[in-house]
């Protein structure tokens, strides 16, 4: 079965700096997406970034940016110039790819990020 | 893109009793899913709901304590039965198609259990 882990719970930053959170994964599939999605006060999910596994192009989104390594397995996400906004939980998240009904999602644990103004 | 709404937003509950969340989504798509978020935890699958077939449950989760509907492919319903303090947790719904490169959630529904 596939894991996510994201060994960072928790992750501080000052306004405008740039920070990384850690993401790896195990899989036996050598294609798949990965995902990052913010969660805030609000509870409601938002993806922030995707990566499908077959592209060696890092995927960038404005302010955020992953560094996907396939072989070691580790997909983590920049975000650069921090906002207040940006503030929130961050899930990690593995879907497998091109197989009938298997669009379910398997998050990583999760790591609180704090913007310090 | 799908946008999805859920009812209720927030509810308190006696142990014991039973609460029907419903989902609502603006298009028809396939597969709904439903995901619990425990206090402080990340998002654990409940089940998968496709229109017209039984709902498929994941290792933990039995259709006797989260029995689902999906009438037609723009809702579904997740009852949680026989409540105990345990199942306070955020239920979330989300959808997503073979087609679509993500899945797109709804705002969730805060559940405490007294």
């Known amino acids: 079965a596939q894991t996510v882990t994201q060994s960072q719970p928790e992750m501080s930053v000052q306004e405008a700096e740039t920070v990384t959170l850690s993401c790896t994964y195990d899989?036996?599939?050598?294609?798949?997406?990965l995902f990052w999605y913010k969660q805030p006060p609000s509870r409601q999910m938002i993806l922030v970034i995707r990566?499908?596994?077959?592209?060696?192009q890092n995927a960038t989104e404005n302010r955020f940016s992953v560094n996907f390594q396939k072989a070691a397995k580790s997909f983590s996400l920049k975000i650069s110039d921090s906002q207040l906004g940006d503030a929130a939980m961050y899930f990690c998240a593995y879907r497998a790819w091109g197989i009938q009904g298997a669009q379910k999602l398997v998050f990583g644990q999760g790591t609180r990020l704090t913007i310090n103004p | 893109s799908a946008v999805i709404s859920q009812k209720p937003s927030r509810d308190i509950c006696q142990r014991g009793t039973s609460l029907t969340i419903q989902c609502q989504v603006d298009s028809q798509v396939t597969m709904m899913f439903w995901y619990r978020q425990q206090p402080g935890q990340s998002l654990t699958l409940i089940a998968t709901?496709?229109?017209?077939?039984?709902?498929?449950?994941e290792s933990g989760f039995v259709i006797d304590k989260f029995p689902i509907s999906r009438p037609n492919l723009t809702f579904s319903t997740l009852t949680v039965s026989n409540m105990s303090p345990e199942d306070s947790s955020i239920y979330l719904c989300s959808v997503g198609e073979d087609s679509y490169n993500e899945q797109f959630f709804g705002p969730g529904t805060r559940l405490t259990v007294l």
């Open positions: 709901a496709n229109q017209g077939s039984e709902a498929t449950y």
């Open positions: 899989t036996s599939e050598s294609d798949y997406y």
């Open positions: 990566q499908e596994a077959y592209k060696q």
